[in-house]
Structures are given as structure tokens and as C-alpha cells.
């Protein structure tokens, strides 16, 4: 017996409900605004339906999505200068911990965030694909269009632009998502 195939427009909703928060996620965090967001993450998935039929596997299918939403992303930002960072707060529901100590937690993740936001758009680009999107250097490479090197590249000179602007003392601690996937 023969599988069926799904439609174009199945396809595409599952698409939608599988990756759609995570892209508007991150589209949001390149660009720093929520409303503009939701508008670019609208393009891009037009953009996936328009060319759903000429996807040919040669990626994975968040790779391709990513690609073109931060292709998205840097249009946009040649296109237009953002003056404001209206940083998002990010508060886990945790019952057991002490207020004073989720303040503390949100004050250092948002003064995280404001260091990131300020980062040029080429770093900001492979933090955010790195440590919220968890993508692997070879992942970020074919998103980015360019040399696993020039990644690895980037990554270190944002990590370094961060630890100057955070302070040597601060110990930031560089895991994956670093709770913002909450």
C-alpha cells in the first residue's frame, strides 16, 4: 500500500505549528522589537509557503527556516536603524525559590539580554542561533551563508565583547538557552 503524501497547505501548517514560536522567538531577539517581529516572522513564513515545493532536503528543515529568518532579519535591519531596545523579561514560574532571588535571577538575565541587544548585528546573529536557537557551528555556518570558521570566529569575538561589557567578574554562565527558551 502507498503513503500518502500530505498537501503543500498540511505540510505548511505543521510547519507553522511546529517551528512558529521559536522563529517569531528569534526573530524577535535579532531585531528587539515584538511587534516588528510578529510582521517579519509573518514574511518569513510567506516566504516558506511560497517555496515549501522547492525545498530539496539538502538541509534540515530549521536550518532552512532559520536561514531565512535571519536573512529576513538582516534586511530589515540594512534597511531600517533601531533606535530602542525594548528588552523582553523572561520570568520562570518557580514556587520554591524566594522572591528576592527571582529578582536577582531577572536583573542579571535582562542585563544579559541589554548586553546581547547591544551587540553588532553579525554577533547578535550567532549568540542568538548558538545559545537560543541550539544550533551546532556546521547548523549556524549554512544559516549564516558563510565558513564553520568565520562562526567559530564570531562566536568567540561576541563572547569576548560580552566579557568586556559585563565585567571580567561576572560569571557568566554560557549554557544553551540559559533559561530564555521559557
Known amino acids: 500500500m502507498e503513503k500518502l503524501q500530505p498537501t503543500q497547505e498540511a505540510a505548511f501548517e505543521q510547519i507553522m505549528r511546529d517551528y512558529g514560536t521559536r522563529v517569531l522567538r528569534l526573530v524577535t531577539f535579532l531585531v528587539k522589537d515584538r511587534s516588528l517581529a510578529e510582521d517579519l516572522t509573518q514574511d518569513v513564513f510567506v516566504k516558506v509557503y511560497r517555496n515549501l515545493p522547492r525545498f530539496l532536503h539538502e538541509s534540515s528543515l530549521h536550518t532552512w527556516l532559520y536561514r531565512i529568518a535571519v536573512n529576513e532579519c538582516k534586511g530589515y535591519l540594512r534597511s531600517w536603524s533601531v533606535r530602542h531596545i525594548?528588552?523582553?523579561s523572561w520570568?520562570?514560574?518557580?514556587s520554591d525559590v524566594s522572591a528576592e532571588r527571582l529578582v536577582?535571577?531577572?536583573a542579571e538575565r535582562d542585563q544579559l539580554v541589554q548586553a546581547v541587544l547591544a551587540l553588532p548585528p553579525a554577533h547578535r546573529q550567532?549568540?542568538?542561533?548558538?545559545?537560543?536557537?541550539?544550533l551546532s557551528m556546521a547548523e549556524m555556518a549554512e544559516v549564516l551563508g558563510i565558513k564553520e570558521g568565520a562562526v567559530r570566529t564570531r562566536l568567540?569575538?561576541?563572547?569576548?565583547?560580552?566579557?568586556?561589557?559585563?565585567?571580567?567578574?561576572?560569571?557568566?554562565?554560557?549554557?544553551?538557552?540559559?533559561?530564555w527558551n521559557s
Do not use: C, F
Request: overall charge negative.
Open 86 to 88: 525594548l528588552p523582553q
Open 91 to 94: 520570568i520562570r514560574d518557580e
Open 104 to 106: 536577582m535571577e531577572q
Open 126 to 134: 550567532v549568540i542568538a542561533l548558538h545559545y537560543y536557537a541550539d
Open 156 to 179: 568567540h569575538r561576541a563572547r569576548q565583547h560580552l566579557k568586556q561589557r559585563l565585567g571580567e567578574e561576572d560569571a557568566w554562565e554560557w549554557s544553551k538557552t540559559n533559561g
